[in-house]
């Protein structure tokens, strides 16, 4: 079975900190994301990555930067953290980004971080 | 602009009876199609997929129909459980190596 293992399930931060979500997967994908699901908006794109030290933003970019130094290895990161940032982050892997066989992408537990 | 929409941001089903979750999307070149269900404090997780080059899929209580003339996609449920209480994501490609379009959920509760 695929697991994509986000490091830290909760987490409150203070406006201004500099903030790391770490994201692992285990089954060689080439494909990695990083979504935010907030009430009433879906799951938004803010980065994703076709391969190790590749990255292509998202829908919703601004605020964040990404590193991929490892192709098991996704991080996201917020430069510094602001309240309107405060949401259940989600990461993501897939063999491919939108199929053919299945476009099935394999999500994390998620990441619910709160930002006083 | 919204490219795939999910209209209702909820629905209440009685147990046994049949759950119908519905998304529209507005680009004619997306050519797959998914259901996610997500429940609260975890991760999404895949349900049912369907081709453009369908107009149904079946998976044991779970049906997707496509009326690609409409731009139409539903997800039917049936009989529906407690179990399926959770918040369900259409989503759409393009294929190839462009990430999936999410629609915004539908929170689908089914009472005992």
């Known amino acids: 079975d695929v697991k994509v293992t986000q490091s830290s399930r909760y987490l409150v931060k203070r406006t201004g900190e500099k903030v790391f979500l770490e994201c692992v997967q285990d089954m060689d994908h080439e494909n990695m994301f990083w979504y935010r699901q907030d009430p009433g908006l879906g799951l938004r794109l803010i980065y994703f990555s076709y391969d190790v030290k590749m990255k292509e933003k998202g829908d919703i970019p601004e605020g964040y930067s990404v590193s991929r130094e490892k192709k098991e290895r996704f991080s996201l990161i917020l430069e510094s953290a602001s309240t309107n940032q405060t949401s259940m982050y989600l990461c993501a892997s897939s063999l491919l980004a939108g199929g053919p066989i299945t476009g099935e992408l394999f999500f994390g537990e998620g990441s619910r971080l709160t930002v006083l | 602009d919204q490219q795939v929409k999910q209209n209702s941001p909820s629905l209440s089903v009685q147990e046994g009876r049949i759950s119908i979750l519905n998304c529209d999307y507005t680009?004619?070149?997306?050519?797959?199609f998914l259901w996610y269900k997500k429940y609260p404090a975890e991760g999404p997780t895949f349900l049912i997929s369907i081709s453009s080059i369908k107009d149904k899929n079946e998976d044991g209580r779970f049906t997707v129909f496509l009326n690609k003339s409409a731009k139409h996609l539903s997800l039917h449920i049936v009989p529906s459980q407690p179990g399926d209480s959770a918040v369900y994501f259409c989503?759409?490609?393009?294929?190839?190596?462009?990430?999936?379009?999410f629609g915004k959920g539908t929170r689908l509760s089914v009472i005992a």
């Open positions: 989503a759409a490609t393009l294929g190839g190596n462009t990430p999936l379009v």
């Open positions: 680009n004619s070149m997306f050519d797959y």
